[in-house]
């Protein structure tokens, strides 16, 4: 008996987080992208040293969440896995669109776009395919997808900081400088390296000083 797998198109829903409100008065406007096992109403607390008058965040939500034990207590979240992951970005990539289609977020305001761990992968892969120009990326303790190229960036004019801790406990030297090396190959003199004394955790006095 043999079995075939099918695929079909369907209107599905999602949250996505928002901190601080939006205003006149508002210089900076981050989408923030969190790492596997996190949930964006918790990943988007890091950011509330932030000046709130000043900064307006938007965490969006990975679709795919599990209970991150057998008490069935935690959930999480994931971006993306090796399980069909073209389509699977293709639909985090429609969410996204939806997401600034819904903000209709102003052109005056200087955009941040920050990806954590697993979430490096899913916003470095939005600004190549959607062309998106933000002002800074922040690519923060997570590996850079291997099929980009420096192509895909040469709409990209914004800063770029690397940042990771030496600490890491998923990061090798040899991981180190293969992931520091590709981002001086895709950004070259737009690119700051940042590492710090710590583990694998959001490092929120770096992201306040790079504002």
């Not at 987080?17 to 989408?31: G, P, Q, V």
């Not at 590996?143 to 190229?149: F, R, S, T, V, Y």
Request: a negative charge; proline letters at 2%.
């Amino acid at each position: 008996m043999n079995s075939t797998e099918k695929e079909i198109f369907y209107k599905t829903s999602n949250t996505y987080s928002a901190l601080n409100t939006l205003t006149t008065e508002t210089k900076n406007i981050w989408f923030v992208c969190h790492g596997m096992g996190y949930l964006s109403r918790y990943f988007i607390k890091h950011f509330k040293g932030l000046s709130e008058k000043e900064n307006y965040i938007i965490a969006p939500q990975a679709q795919s969440k599990y209970y991150q034990s057998s008490n069935f207590k935690h959930v999480g979240s994931s971006w993306l896995t090796k399980e069909n992951t073209s389509a699977e970005t293709e639909n985090v990539m429609r969410y996204f669109d939806a997401i600034f289609e819904t903000e209709n977020l102003p052109n005056k305001n200087k955009l941040v776009c920050l990806g954590y761990s697993q979430g490096v992968s899913v916003i470095m892969r939005y600004i190549a395919r959607r062309k998106l120009n933000c002002d800074h990326l922040i690519i923060h303790s997570g590996g850079i997808p291997k099929e980009l190229e420096v192509t895909d960036f040469s709409h990209f004019t914004g800063q770029v900081s690397l940042i990771y801790g030496t600490q890491d406990e998923y990061l090798t030297e040899e991981r180190i400088a293969y992931e520091t090396s590709r981002a001086k190959e895709l950004f070259g003199d737009q690119l700051n390296i940042i590492p710090f004394d710590g583990p694998h955790e959001v490092n929120e006095t770096i992201i306040k000083s790079i504002v």
